[in-house]
């Protein structure tokens, strides 16, 4: 469907590193797009299809440059990268600098002037894109780590722009974020936006901590304002904004009788065990998968849990898998896995189910049905929705939910078992305890996390966050 807006007229631009479509193949063979699933897209949708609203990210593949589509309401902006861009950009500087340093060092993240001069070009790259299509006084909203830049280099080149980030991930503590030997750019970067949205409150405050401390800026409460001699005239505003999902459809999937009746299958494909499990990460280790898989195998091998009543399904989606890290990852995972079940399996048993696949939302929620358990073991996360979906799927009241308590969403899901990851002993009694908690505990504790969703779903993420962008006294003036 195409909707003739000529091309410098988006009123409303979101920018991200991906764009919200995969590549398929349609049934004549001609190679087609389909939205992949997701909250963002979902709850922006709306906004897109009310003004004229266009997408800029990365399509997926490198080396390839693809013109601009429509597809489902939104103009897709393609960004090409190239085999160096994906190199230094993606996997170095965003995904082993930027992630295990704003994930609190869970490993050393790696600082390399190469990866550093990519990034910058990227950012432009993307920056470039918005600045193609954006019409006057255009709203653009920019998306996570990957794109820190982009606010400032639009700020430089369109004061008239309204413009909010939003970063998914946490934002580290001064302490951390000092060893960035770029740290001064990115904030000046980020700070090139109206409002800087976070996940929770303590992210928030330590952005602004790092702006007092390492730029000219000087801050009052959540509002930096710059100095009079620099570039930029924006006062920033920076607030907490916790990112959800779409609670409704969830919840309508979990309803619907054909995934229900999948639920039972996958159960009975287990052998119908007392207990089923259930952990979904990508397979990063910010989530804490090793640490809730040596749990559960001393849970097994001091019979807390019985191997004949119990099975963890592990659901590990691929990810990110040239980064070294993550190669580390798959293997010492892989290696408990095999000890885990070469240990406790029987011929008719198994005491875990490790899946290293992506599963479509349909068979997603099957899971989330089938298990008495959702464990959410991240050290440190910036929300993790999967914990929401878990919640939605079970307006029923039954199941139980065990979240880390360095995820966002233990901010707000504060009826679930709360566990510290890195107490392992600790970690394991709480296993034992939602195991064994009564129906009552668990509907009472499970409504209330229900009903927590329902009235802050993804779709009033994005509103609040957008009305409170426009609300800002936004100077044209350069
Ligand atoms: C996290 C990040 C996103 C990222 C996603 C998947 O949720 O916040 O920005 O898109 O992981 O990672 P990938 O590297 O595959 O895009």
């Not at 063979?29 to 709850?43: E, F, M």
């Not at 653009?140 to 939003?166: E, N, S, T």
């Not at 928030?204 to 710059?226: I, M, Q, W």
């Not at 494909?269 to 280790?285: E, Q």
Request: hydrophobic content about 40%.
């Amino acid at each position: 469907m195409s909707r003739e807006v000529p091309d410098a007229n988006y009123e409303f631009i979101v920018v991200a590193n991906r764009l919200p479509v995969d590549r398929v193949t349609n049934s004549d063979g001609s190679p087609g797009w389909r939205r992949s699933p997701g909250g963002l897209v979902t709850a922006l949708e709306p906004i897109m299809a009310s003004s004229t609203g266009a997408w800029v990210g990365w399509h997926g593949a490198t080396n390839e440059h693809l013109e601009a589509f429509d597809k489902d309401d939104i103009h897709m902006v393609p960004v090409a990268l190239s085999d160096e861009d994906l190199e230094l950009y993606y996997e170095g500087f965003s995904n082993s600098t930027l992630w295990p340093l704003y994930h609190d060092v869970i490993v050393p993240p790696e600082y390399h002037r190469t990866w550093w001069d990519n990034y910058k070009t990227v950012n432009q790259r993307f920056a470039d894109a918005v600045l193609e299509v954006a019409a006057p006084n255009a709203t653009v909203w920019v998306h996570d780590y990957q794109l820190q830049l982009v606010p400032k280099m639009l700020r430089l080149a369109r004061p008239d722009l309204r413009i909010g980030f939003f970063n998914h991930i946490p934002f580290p503590a001064t302490g951390l974020f000092a060893q960035l030997p770029w740290r001064k750019q990115i904030l000046e970067g980020l700070a090139g936006a109206d409002l800087v949205g976070f996940q929770r409150e303590a992210d928030s405050a330590n952005f602004v901590r790092c702006l007092r401390r390492y730029t000219d800026y000087s801050v009052k409460g959540h509002e930096a304002t710059p100095d009079e001699n620099y570039a930029l005239k924006n006062v920033c505003r920076a607030a907490a904004h916790p990112i959800s999902i779409n609670t409704s459809q969830v919840a309508e999937l979990s309803r619907d009788p054909e995934i229900q009746e999948r639920a039972k299958q996958i159960r009975a494909g287990l052998g119908n065990p007392k207990t089923v499990m259930l952990g979904v990460d990508r397979l990063d280790y910010t989530k804490g998968i090793r640490h809730r898989l040596k749990a559960y195998g001393e849970l097994l091998n001091d019979k807390s849990l019985q191997a004949g009543e119990v099975c963890l399904i592990q659901v590990a989606s691929p990810s990110r898998e040239n980064v070294e890290r993550y190669i580390q990852l798959r293997n010492q995972v892989e290696l408990m896995v095999g000890q885990i079940t070469g240990q406790h399996d029987t011929l008719s048993h198994t005491t875990l189910r490790y899946l290293h696949h992506s599963y479509p939302m349909r068979e997603m929620i099957a899971m989330y049905l089938a298990a008495d358990v959702l464990l959410v073991t991240s050290l440190r996360d910036g929300m993790n929705l999967v914990a929401k979906e878990y919640v939605a799927a079970h307006e029923n009241g039954q199941g139980v939910l065990v979240l880390s308590e360095f995820t966002g969403a233990a901010d707000q899901l504060t009826q679930a078992v709360l566990v510290n990851p890195h107490d392992i002993d600790g970690m394991k009694q709480k296993i034992v305890q939602a195991v064994t908690m009564p129906a009552a505990d668990q509907a009472r504790r499970m409504r209330r996390m229900f009903r927590h969703l329902q009235e802050n779903d993804v779709v009033g993420w994005s509103q609040r966050f957008l009305e409170e962008l426009s609300s800002i006294n936004h100077p044209v003036s350069p």
